[in-house]
Nanobody
């Protein structure tokens, strides 16, 4: 069955870095665009970053542009989110998602498969 399993979350001080990973199985990973979303307490799930099938195109939310980098490895069936210069407002549960339509997208409703999420907490 389809699985997306995130890892790499944790507690980090402001200004620190984390690298999230999302391992995919049960579908042809290289045929899917991938995205990262996040949800803070009391807020709706919001777009963070997306990447095309062969990494030729990426998209970022303005709030993370220049600090976060999305990448993927189609051999390892894994998508990554490198997060640098973390801020307390980055605290959230981070989800990876797969989109079968071949286009970058910011709308969570356009993604077909979702992981369970990994908690990122930025605090001193």
């Amino acid at each position: 069955q389809v699985q997306l399993v995130e890892s790499g979350g944790g507690l980090v001080q402001p200004g620190g870095s984390l690298r999230l990973s999302c391992a995919a199985s049960g579908f042809t990973f290289s045929n899917y665009y991938m995205g990262w979303f996040r949800q803070a307490p009391g807020k709706e799930r919001g777009f963070v970053a997306a990447i095309s099938r062969i990494s030729t195109s990426t998209d970022y939310a303005d709030s993370v542009k220049g600090r976060f980098t999305i990448s993927r490895d189609n051999v390892k069936n894994t998508v990554y989110l490198q997060m640098n210069s973390l801020k307390p407002e980055d605290t959230a549960i981070y989800f990876c998602a797969a989109r079968g339509t071949w286009a970058l997208g910011r709308n969570a409703d356009d993604y077909n498969y979702w992981g369970q999420g990994t908690q990122v907490t930025v605090s001193s």
